[in-house]
Structures are given as C-alpha cells and as structure tokens.
C-alpha cells in the first residue's frame, strides 16, 4: 500500500528545530563559509571597542538556520523566494527555535505553491528573524509532519 | 558584471555553516541553499563592482535589516556558472523611532545564466542610523 501525505494547507505549522547554543565556532564557520569578516563577529576587541559587550553572530547565519528550517520541511529543490527581516542581534550562547506556518497554497503544476511565514526566536522568547518564504511543492510531499 | 561558478565543495561548507544535514547538498549537482547567492558578493565581487554613485555609508553606523532571494525557475547548482551584476536600488529615509532619520539603501543582484536567462535575485537592504549602535546592545 503506498501512502500519500496529505496536501499542505493554511494555518498547517511544522514541529519547530532548535539550534544551539550557538558558539563563536558556529560563527566564525559560517565567517567563513559565506566569506564575512566583519572583525565585530569575532574578533572580541574589536567588538568591545565599538561599544558592544563582545561579539554578536552574523545576522546572515540565523537568517541560514531558518532557511535550514524552511527547507527540510518544504523541500531543498522548490525555494522560489525566500525574504527575511533583521529584528534583534544574536549572542554567543543563544539557543534559536525556528517555527512556520503556511500562509497560502495555490495549486500548481505537479503540486502547490506554498506560502510560508517564518519566525527565529531566541531563548529569552524575543524574534530575532522574521521572515516568509514561497517554496513549490510536489505532490506527495507534505512536509515532515 | 562577474561570474560565479556554482562550486560543489562550496556549497557543503555552506550547508554545514548553516546547520543543513539534507542530503541534496551534498552531491555532485548539490543544489544551493536559499541564502548562498550571498557568497557571490563576499567572495567573487571585485572591489568597486558597485557603484554608490553620491550616497556615502559609514558602515559602523549601518545595519542589515532585510535580505531577499528570488528564484526564477529551478535553483542553481554545482557545476553551472552565473553571471552577476550588482547594482543600487532604492534609497530612501525615514525618521527614526528614537530620533534622527535612518536611510535605507537596497542592492540588487542579478544572477543570470550563461545564455542570458535571469534566473534569481538577491536584495540587500541595509538601514544606516544617524547615530552610533549603543541603542542595540543585548
């Protein structure tokens, strides 16, 4: 018998992904997966002298996890638009729950398109990213829950 | 206008950077994760490909308030190499909630293929204050 997941619906959320506790390892990885070297992600000096209590992640790496998130529940290959909004710094230390909620689905060739909202929050409940996203679909994947 | 080739070894150190264990970047036709299109400006830009034209950014007063990732058709992967062109969009300013104004500066790449087709866009928004960034400490 085979089964197929039931198509993705409005208001339908995934089970939520935790990242962390996010280390300056994690940042300076991803300093240099994506080739950022602004010294105020990891150099603490530096970081101190432009008035700040020590380094904070690169915005671009929590912006990454939600993506991360996004795409193990809606799929690596159908990201059509992906937007995400810079609400508050992260900390070295910080413990990110990424979590979604399909906004729209319209139904397209060979499955849906999906609409998504999307929200990073830190440990102490406060958004660090927001953001939305469109993937398509195929037919038979429901996401991954 | 430079290229950027769609490395395969890129994108795994991508991924892993990005906590990503999916199978699909991993492998010779990986394809990239949502926000890699952001490694063509960090690393395959060279100095002066954007034009600022008149606006000046003093970057210790400039934040990263908004980025977006459009994808025209399937999504780009290993192997395949893009052209890029880089160029400002808006600039605009609004008063801030704490007083002075801020200005919003977006910045549109472009990333086509090798016959021409627009395949994705990237947008930068970036939000420069007027005064220095003790108002967003922890």
């Known amino acids: 018998m085979t089964t197929t997941a039931p198509a993705l619906a409005v208001g339908d959320t ?22 950022d070297f602004n010294p105020i992600h990891h150099d603490e000096e530096f970081a101190r ?3 700040f209590p020590t380094v904070f992640s690169i915005g671009m790496l929590q912006a990454s996890l939600l993506a991360t998130f996004a795409t193990q529940w809606l799929g690596a290959d159908g990201v059509r ?3 995400v909004r810079f609400r508050e710094q992260v900390w070295p230390g910080d413990v990110l729950t990424c979590s979604g909620r399909v906004t729209a689905v319209e139904p397209a060739d060979d499955g849906q398109l999906v609409e998504v909202e999307l929200t990073c929050t830190r440990q102490n409940g406060s958004v660090a990213v927001t953001g939305t996203a469109i993937f398509a679909v195929p037919a038979g994947r429901g996401g991954d829950d | 206008m430079y290229t950027m080739p769609i490395e395969r ?5 991508f991924a892993r950077a990005a906590m990503a264990p999916d199978a699909a970047y991993d492998a010779p036709d990986a394809v990239v994760p949502p926000t890699f299109l952001t490694t063509a400006s960090l690393s395959w ?10 606006l000046e950014l003093d970057l210790r007063r400039v934040l ?17 190499t893009l052209a890029v062109t880089t160029r400002l969009g808006d600039v605009y300013r609004k008063p801030g909630r704490r007083g002075g104004d801020l200005t919003f500066v977006t910045i549109v790449h472009e990333f086509r293929s090798p016959s021409g087709e627009l395949v994705a866009e990237q947008r930068t928004t970036l939000v420069q204050t007027s005064q220095a960034p003790d108002e967003v400490r922890p």
């Open chain 1, 49 to 51: 002298s432009a008035g």
């Open chain 2, 9 to 13: 070894g890129k994108i795994r150190e």
């Open chain 2, 45 to 54: 830009e060279p100095p002066g490909e954007l034009d600022l034209g008149e």
């Open chain 1, 14 to 35: 995934a089970w939520s992904t935790t990242f962390g506790p996010l280390t300056r390892t994690d940042i300076v990885r991803y300093a240099g997966a994506s080739g």
């Open chain 1, 81 to 83: 638009r992906f937007t």
């Open chain 2, 64 to 80: 990263h308030g908004e980025e977006e990732y459009v994808f025209h058709g399937p999504m780009p992967r290993a192997g395949q």
